[in-house]
């Protein structure tokens, strides 16, 4: 039985290149990239400084450095977009109607592309101190 | 009554063990991290849109609550991460070993290490909870 299902696991297939397939590669690739980017941005702001310590002031100063401004534009870009594309995974495991999931599809594209309009232009436009 | 108790013990049954418990955890760990994400997102974005706003948000996040809630979403994070470069390096290096043995030892080893790194990050923000709010 168990000989059986390691056959199985270590079987090949062609998988034709698409959306899918080209979603599925860069779920890995943002996933890794993500480890230091999140991970970085978790220690520094919740562990080392904590959210006593952040206020209007401290975003200001960050982002007085253009360096954490493209930081934080990335992790953006990247944390979200793998965000989103995962519950669209996690939810087309729930939908059987490939008209539902197309549907889902674009509601999910216009909920990540207004948070992510959103998140950018506070990071362009920076924090308005009056 | 009888379909959904049908399906959530089909879901807390399904295959078992450690792959199921990497399934389970992968996925409640990202999609609470993505709840967190969203919110964050349009919080950090009222020090553009509504700065006076900002000081409000960061007071909830300040609150016991939402500080314990802190200490397991960078659980979320770092078991995410850690079980996400197990499923990236054998998917995309040796996917020849996505076989039973190789995978219950590998998931064992993404959560002890999931643990370890998280320990240190959760008693210096349980630390920073004790002080700031019950005046440790």
């Given at each position: 039985?168990?000989?059986?299902?390691?056959?199985?696991?270590?079987?090949?297939?062609?998988?034709?290149?698409?959306?899918?397939?080209?979603?599925?590669?860069?779920?890995?690739?943002?996933?890794?990239?993500?480890?230091?980017?999140?991970?970085?941005?978790?220690?520094?702001?919740?562990?080392?400084?904590?959210?006593?310590?952040?206020?209007?002031?401290?975003?200001?100063?960050?982002?007085?450095?253009?360096?954490?401004?493209?930081?934080?534009?990335?992790?953006?870009?990247?944390?979200?977009?793998?965000?989103?594309?995962?519950?669209?995974?996690?939810?087309?495991?729930?939908?059987?109607?490939?008209?539902?999931?197309?549907?889902?599809?674009?509601?999910?594209?216009?909920?990540?592309?207004?948070?992510?309009?959103?998140?950018?232009?506070?990071?362009?436009?920076?924090?308005?101190?009056? | 009554?009888?379909?959904?108790?049908?399906?959530?013990?089909?879901?807390?049954?399904?295959?078992?063990?450690?792959?199921?418990?990497?399934?389970?955890?992968?996925?409640?760990?990202?999609?609470?991290?993505?709840l967190f994400l969203s919110i964050h997102i349009l919080d950090t974005a009222t020090v553009y849109?509504?700065?006076?706003?900002?000081?409000?948000?960061?007071?909830?996040?300040?609150?016991?609550?939402?500080?314990?809630?802190e200490i397991i979403l960078v659980f979320c994070v770092i078991y995410h991460g850690v079980n996400?470069?197990?499923?990236?390096?054998?998917?995309?290096?040796?996917?020849?070993?996505?076989?039973?043995?190789?995978?219950?030892?590998?998931?064992?080893?993404?959560?002890?290490?999931?643990?370890?790194?998280?320990?240190?990050?959760?008693?210096?923000?349980?630390?920073?909870?004790?002080?700031?709010?019950?005046?440790?």
């Amino acid at each position: 039985m168990t000989a059986r299902t390691e056959e199985l696991a270590s079987r090949q297939v062609e998988v034709p290149e698409g959306l899918e397939s080209i979603a599925w590669k860069w779920m890995r690739y943002s996933g890794l990239l993500l480890i230091p980017l999140a991970w970085g941005h978790v220690l520094i702001q919740d562990v080392l400084v904590g959210v006593h310590r952040i206020d209007l002031n401290y975003v200001a100063m960050r982002w007085a450095s253009l360096g954490w401004r493209a930081y934080d534009f990335a992790l953006l870009a990247f944390a979200f977009a793998h965000g989103v594309n995962g519950l669209r995974q996690v939810l087309n495991d729930y939908i059987s109607s490939e008209k539902a999931r197309r549907w889902l599809a674009w509601f999910l594209l216009a909920f990540w592309l207004l948070l992510s309009l959103i998140g950018a232009a506070a990071i362009v436009g920076g924090v308005r101190i009056d | 009554m009888e379909v959904v108790r049908l399906n959530v013990t089909g879901l807390a049954r399904y295959r078992g063990r450690e792959g199921q418990l990497s399934f389970l955890l992968h996925r409640l760990t990202g999609l609470g991290t993505l709840l967190f994400l969203s919110i964050h997102i349009l919080d950090t974005a009222t020090v553009y849109f509504f700065p006076s706003l900002y000081e409000h948000a960061i007071n909830l996040y300040r609150s016991t609550p939402l500080m314990l809630g802190e200490i397991i979403l960078v659980f979320c994070v770092i078991y995410h991460g850690v079980n996400g470069a197990r499923i990236a390096i054998f998917d995309l290096l040796f996917p020849g070993k996505w076989n039973i043995k190789t995978q219950r030892r590998s998931a064992v080893w993404v959560l002890t290490i999931a643990i370890l790194l998280w320990l240190p990050a959760a008693y210096l923000m349980g630390r920073s909870l004790l002080i700031h709010n019950f005046g440790f």
